[in-house]
């Protein structure tokens, strides 16, 4: 059926409808806000901008984080080969032997594996996903002019900025930096002399980690407090857009355990600098015995999975929610099962707090508690099937435009799937005994987190870069950047799932002493030339993302993909208040696409003459 | 604006009167608060369980302060209820009072600490002992955030005329609630240092 367009004289509706806050009647001609380069630009209280800060700072580290991961991917896939030539960057790092071949110190390999998962964990995945997108959006969707708390908002920023100036501070220090990998398990965390970088690096470590969950806090209270108290008239909860469902959540889950990541610091700071012994027992270091005994490593890592696995849904859940936004759409379809998926993300997240120690099969705990864990590991397979069936379902029959948001959106639900499956296996307490610490693991959460929250990112980038800067960004390079993303990623990916079955371990320096894996050497030879690609088609989407910020095509109407959220009625460059008079109120859900013959109906449209009743 | 403004479902769309947002992000905050100290409890009672654990008599004054806290919170609710009420001597020294016992108790623990020393219980000994230390430092530190808190406080409450306006009593009330949380915090920590 040809569906039509329905004439949205939005300015009407706005003027008609809208809720007079008298918002210019306390914002004189000197706006607080916009005055000056410094209160515009640095120390910005608009969310707009804070948005845009933490989605700048993300890509930084991502480019670091990434170029780090080349880096000990070289090493790792060409062992025989002379790293002579990354002496100039890298200097002492580099070990040159007496035949004059170069490798990376052993030390330093480590350290770029650390640092790799620490920056992309932390730093792009929840600073970057989460900060950029629910600073941008809270207010846009819920229709409100800034965040509860702008000035704590800002401080969220700089928290993060202060952990991103200190961890970059600790690239650079002389013993290099933290190297007991990103989950930074005791003894190596948490005995300066363990190994070098666990001096002054994991000082460093820790003081920036414990900044960012302060950000972290800042924001997740703001975040909640805002959903909570700022929506516009007729925003109920039941007619929030996913988007800010998923933010919602994602703060809520965060809120409750980033602390405990911080009860489980503190212990390990006092274990490095009180001389307790809370992790620490019965240690031979050099040939000599510690006087520590009584403490357990394990409990260290308890204290690290409560936080680190819902730390995981942390990242996945803003891409989850930016997805189906994006997905419904490109598809101009309402989203499949609305309230299934609220429920679900809901679901998942109150799960996310019983299964950390899926973590930790192997860490000698008792079977029949690992059973327990395993059940509820598994059960979070539910929700997360009933979403990607209703991704599916939405996109059945639809009316898809293939864009560069759009594929990213499919993109994402694919990569999901995939590592979806391999997070099965590894649940099942018993096959996880082989599958522990291999590639095996490393494919599963590089699909699953790693690509797939990069993915959600992506979309959301392509999908509101026209709200965030007036311009488009390029689609032939949206088109490249998605398709050499989508290959590479499988293609550096997938193989690890067969290394990791013939158990190869995973934060290995190098296999050839192992007969068994020197079956291998090709395949990783094969992996690191594909990662050299992806990294050289992140570029491409640098490129086009600076370039576009200035030159992109301009956007000239106020709703360019024709959706139905409250974003598309403010200006195509919103000021300071989000919108110049009055506020939208809302008069029905986020989904109302290709309902009663219209393309869609934006959510500030009253009923219509004749329209069958709404579902929300 | 008088008319009363519905949706497609007739539905009244109002704002509805929400909880204060400071408050609300306070309780947030507490509850943050909270899951930190559940972790080091639980890691406590993982610790005990795994053996190695030495045992000894937590000192007396521990149990005592909490009476201490608690009287404290008791004087500040009186001092919110004259508030309310309009009578400014109850609201002034009842705060004042909440005021004293907070350093008391803050004076009380470093005593406690002592107490421990004495006993040969060091902050780098077995974890039973550290875990004391440890968990028992930090309420105090949020303690003391509390008193700066309650410090600002007397210092409107005797500095400025007393009005009691609703922006007042919000503002008092986010005290109130962070210092009784404290209470109770120190309440549930001893649940956990009398079954050492
Ligand atoms: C059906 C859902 C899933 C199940 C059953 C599952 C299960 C598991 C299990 C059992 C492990 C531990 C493997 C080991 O170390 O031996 C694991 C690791 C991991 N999973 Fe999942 N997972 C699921 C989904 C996810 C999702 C959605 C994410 C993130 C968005 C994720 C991120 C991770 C990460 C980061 C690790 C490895 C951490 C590390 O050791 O460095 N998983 N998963
Ligand atoms: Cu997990």
Same mark, same amino acid.
Request: glycine fraction near 8%; avoid cysteine.
């Given at each position: 059926?040809?569906?039509?367009?329905?004439?949205?004289?939005?300015?009407?509706?706005?003027?008609?409808?809208?809720?007079?806050?008298?918002?210019?009647?306390?914002?004189?001609?000197?706006?607080?806000?916009?005055?000056?380069?410094?209160?515009?630009?640095?120390?910005?209280?608009?969310?707009?901008?804070?948005?845009?800060?933490?989605?700048?700072?993300?890509?930084?580290?991502?480019?670091?984080?990434?170029?780090?991961?080349?880096?000990?991917?070289?090493?790792?896939?060409?062992?025989?080969?002379?790293?002579?030539?990354?002496?100039?960057?890298?200097?002492?790092?580099?070990?040159?032997?007496?035949?004059?071949?170069?490798?990376?110190?052993?030390?330093?390999?480590?350290?770029?594996?650390?640092?790799?998962?620490?920056?992309?964990?932390?730093?792009?995945? =929840?600073?970057?996903?989460?900060?950029?997108?629910?600073?941008?959006?809270?207010?846009?969707?819920?229709?409100?002019?800034?965040?509860?708390?702008?000035?704590?908002?800002?401080?969220?920023?700089?928290?993060?900025?202060?952990?991103?100036?200190?961890?970059?501070?600790?690239?650079?220090?002389?013993?290099?930096?933290?190297?007991?990998?990103?989950?930074?398990?005791?003894?190596?965390?948490?005995?300066?002399?363990?190994?070098?970088?666990?001096?002054?690096?994991?000082?460093?470590?820790?003081?920036?980690?414990?900044?960012?969950?302060?950000?972290?806090?800042?924001?997740?209270?703001?975040?909640?407090?805002?959903?909570?108290?700022?929506?516009?008239?007729?925003?109920?909860?039941?007619?929030?857009?996913?988007?800010?469902?998923?933010?919602?959540?994602?703060?809520?889950?965060?809120?409750?355990?980033?602390?405990?990541?911080?009860?489980?610091?503190?212990?390990?700071?006092?274990?490095?600098?009180?001389?307790?012994?809370?992790?620490?027992?019965?240690?031979?270091?050099?040939?000599?015995?510690?006087?520590?005994?009584?403490?357990?490593?394990?409990?260290?890592?308890?204290?690290?999975?409560?936080?680190?696995?819902?730390?995981?849904?942390?990242?996945?859940?803003?891409?989850?929610?930016?997805?189906?936004?994006?997905?419904?759409?490109?598809?101009?379809?309402?989203?499949?099962?609305?309230?299934?998926?609220?429920?679900?993300?809901?679901?998942?997240?109150?799960?996310?707090?019983?299964?950390?120690?899926?973590?930790?099969?192997?860490?000698?705990?008792?079977?029949?508690?690992?059973?327990?864990? =395993?059940?509820?590991?598994?059960?979070?397979?539910?929700?997360?099937?009933?979403?990607?069936?209703?991704?599916?379902?939405?996109?059945?029959?639809?009316?898809?435009?293939?864009?560069?948001?759009?594929?990213?959106?499919?993109?994402?639900?694919?990569?999901?799937?995939?590592?979806?499956?391999?997070?099965?296996?590894?649940?099942?307490?018993?096959?996880?005994?082989?599958?522990?610490?291999?590639?095996?693991?490393?494919?599963?959460?590089?699909?699953?987190?790693?690509?797939?929250?990069?993915?959600?990112?992506?979309?959301?980038?392509?999908?509101?870069?026209?709200?965030?800067?007036?311009?488009?960004?390029?689609?032939?390079?949206?088109?490249?950047?998605?398709?050499?993303?989508?290959?590479?990623?499988?293609?550096?990916?997938?193989?690890?799932?067969?290394?990791?079955?013939?158990?190869?371990?995973?934060?290995?320096?190098?296999?050839?002493?192992?007969?068994?894996?020197?079956?291998?050497?090709?395949?990783?030879?094969?992996?690191?030339?594909?990662?050299?690609?992806?990294?050289?088609?992140?570029?491409?989407?640098?490129?086009?993302?600076?370039?576009?910020?200035?030159?992109?095509?301009?956007?000239?109407?106020?709703?360019?993909?024709?959706?139905?959220?409250?974003?598309?009625?403010?200006?195509?460059?919103?000021?300071?208040?989000?919108?110049?008079?009055?506020?939208?109120?809302?008069?029905?859900?986020?989904?109302?696409?290709?309902?009663?013959?219209?393309?869609?109906?934006?959510?500030?449209?009253?009923?219509?003459?004749?329209?069958?009743?709404?579902?929300? | 604006?008088?008319?009363?403004?519905?949706?497609?479902?007739?539905?009244?769309?109002?704002?509805?009167?929400?909880?204060?947002?400071?408050?609300?992000?306070?309780?947030?905050?507490?509850?943050?608060?909270?899951?930190?100290?559940?972790?080091?409890?639980?890691?406590?009672?993982?610790?005990?369980?795994?053996? #190695?654990?030495?045992?000894? #008599?937590?000192?007396?004054?521990?149990?005592?302060?909490?009476?201490?806290?608690?009287?404290?919170?008791?004087?500040?609710?009186?001092?919110?209820?004259?508030?309310?009420?309009?009578? #400014?001597?109850?609201?002034?020294?009842?705060?004042?009072?909440?005021?004293?016992?907070?350093?008391?108790?803050?004076?009380?623990?470093?005593?406690?600490?002592?107490?421990?020393?004495?006993?040969?219980?060091?902050?780098?000994?077995?974890?039973?002992?550290?875990?004391?230390?440890?968990?028992?430092?930090?309420?105090?530190?949020?303690?003391?955030?509390?008193?700066?808190?309650?410090?600002?406080?007397?210092?409107?409450?005797?500095?400025?005329?007393?009005?009691?306006?609703?922006?007042?009593?919000?503002?008092?009330?986010?005290?109130?609630?962070?210092?009784?949380?404290?209470?109770?915090?120190?309440?549930?920590?001893?649940?956990?240092?009398?079954?050492?």
């Amino acid at each position: 059926m040809e569906k039509s367009t329905l004439f949205v004289d939005d300015e009407k509706l706005l003027k008609d409808k809208g809720y007079d806050d008298h918002f210019h009647e306390h914002h004189h001609d000197e706006d607080p806000y916009q005055s000056n380069f410094i209160t515009k630009y640095i120390f910005s209280m608009d969310h707009k901008m804070i948005a845009k800060q933490f989605l700048l700072t993300g890509m930084f580290w991502a480019i670091i984080g990434a170029a780090m991961s080349v880096i000990f991917r070289l090493q790792l896939g060409f062992p025989a080969e002379s790293l002579t030539w990354l002496k100039p960057l890298l200097g002492k790092w580099i070990v040159v032997n007496s035949q004059g071949v170069g490798h990376l110190s052993t030390e330093f390999y480590y350290a770029m594996v650390t640092m790799h998962g620490t920056i992309i964990v932390f730093f792009v995945l =929840t600073a970057g996903l989460s900060g950029t997108f629910s600073n941008l959006l809270i207010p846009l969707q819920i229709g409100a002019r800034d965040m509860a708390s702008p000035l704590l908002n800002m401080m969220s920023y700089w928290f993060f900025f202060l952990a991103s100036v200190v961890m970059f501070i600790s690239l650079f220090v002389s013993t290099g930096p933290f190297s007991g990998g990103w989950v930074a398990y005791p003894p190596l965390s948490a005995l300066p002399q363990a190994m070098s970088g666990s001096g002054t690096g994991m000082t460093l470590w820790l003081i920036s980690l414990t900044l960012f969950v302060v950000s972290v806090l800042l924001g997740g209270l703001n975040y909640v407090t805002t959903v909570l108290n700022l929506r516009t008239k007729g925003m109920s909860m039941w007619r929030l857009p996913l988007t800010i469902w998923s933010f919602f959540i994602t703060a809520i889950i965060g809120l409750l355990s980033f602390p405990v990541l911080v009860a489980g610091f503190l212990l390990l700071m006092a274990d490095r600098s009180l001389g307790t012994s809370f992790y620490l027992s019965e240690i031979f270091i050099n040939g000599h015995a510690l006087d520590n005994v009584g403490g357990s490593p394990v409990l260290y890592q308890h204290l690290f999975w409560f936080l680190g696995h819902p730390e995981v849904y942390i990242i996945i859940l803003p891409a989850m929610g930016i997805v189906s936004e994006v997905m419904s759409t490109h598809a101009r379809k309402p989203i499949f099962g609305y309230k299934a998926m609220v429920i679900s993300i809901a679901s998942i997240a109150f799960l996310s707090f019983l299964v950390w120690a899926h973590h930790m099969f192997v860490s000698g705990m008792n079977p029949f508690i690992a059973n327990f864990f =395993t059940i509820f590991t598994l059960i979070i397979a539910v929700p997360s099937a009933v979403k990607v069936f209703n991704w599916i379902s939405t996109l059945y029959k639809g009316n898809l435009t293939l864009n560069t948001p759009m594929l990213f959106a499919i993109g994402f639900v694919s990569m999901f799937i995939s590592g979806g499956l391999t997070g099965l296996y590894l649940g099942n307490s018993a096959i996880d005994i082989q599958m522990h610490d291999t590639y095996f693991v490393v494919a599963h959460f590089h699909i699953v987190m790693g690509v797939a929250a990069f993915f959600g990112m992506f979309a959301g980038v392509y999908h509101w870069f026209p709200k965030m800067f007036g311009r488009f960004m390029n689609e032939t390079l949206g088109k490249i950047h998605f398709w050499g993303t989508m290959l590479t990623a499988y293609l550096i990916f997938w193989p690890m799932h067969y290394m990791g079955l013939a158990g190869v371990p995973r934060r290995y320096y190098k296999f050839d002493v192992f007969d068994t894996f020197s079956q291998f050497s090709e395949l990783n030879k094969f992996i690191t030339v594909m990662a050299i690609i992806a990294f050289f088609v992140q570029l491409v989407f640098v490129t086009n993302f600076f370039h576009s910020m200035f030159f992109g095509k301009k956007v000239r109407s106020k709703n360019p993909w024709k959706s139905t959220t409250l974003e598309w009625t403010t200006p195509i460059l919103p000021g300071h208040g989000n919108w110049p008079g009055k506020l939208p109120t809302v008069q029905r859900w986020a989904y109302d696409y290709g309902k009663d013959g219209f393309d869609f109906i934006p959510q500030i449209q009253p009923k219509l003459d004749g329209e069958t009743s709404a579902v929300h | 604006m008088t008319r009363v403004m519905t949706d497609i479902h007739g539905q009244n769309m109002e704002r509805r009167s929400r909880i204060h947002p400071h408050k609300l992000a306070l309780w947030i905050g507490l509850a943050s608060i909270m899951m930190m100290f559940v972790a080091l409890t639980s890691a406590y009672l993982v610790k005990k369980g795994g053996g #190695e654990w030495l045992d000894f #008599e937590v000192p007396q004054i521990f149990y005592f302060n909490a009476f201490v806290l608690i009287f404290s919170s008791v004087l500040l609710q009186a001092s919110y209820v004259g508030f309310k009420r309009g009578h #400014e001597k109850t609201y002034k020294y009842g705060l004042a009072g909440a005021f004293v016992l907070g350093i008391v108790f803050v004076i009380l623990q470093y005593k406690g600490w002592q107490a421990l020393y004495d006993l040969g219980i060091y902050l780098s000994g077995n974890p039973s002992g550290s875990f004391l230390y440890i968990i028992s430092g930090l309420h105090a530190l949020h303690v003391i955030g509390g008193i700066v808190a309650l410090l600002v406080a007397l210092i409107f409450a005797f500095r400025l005329r007393f009005v009691p306006t609703k922006r007042r009593r919000n503002r008092f009330e986010l005290v109130i609630h962070y210092w009784h949380f404290m209470g109770f915090l120190w309440l549930y920590l001893l649940i956990f240092l009398f079954s050492i």
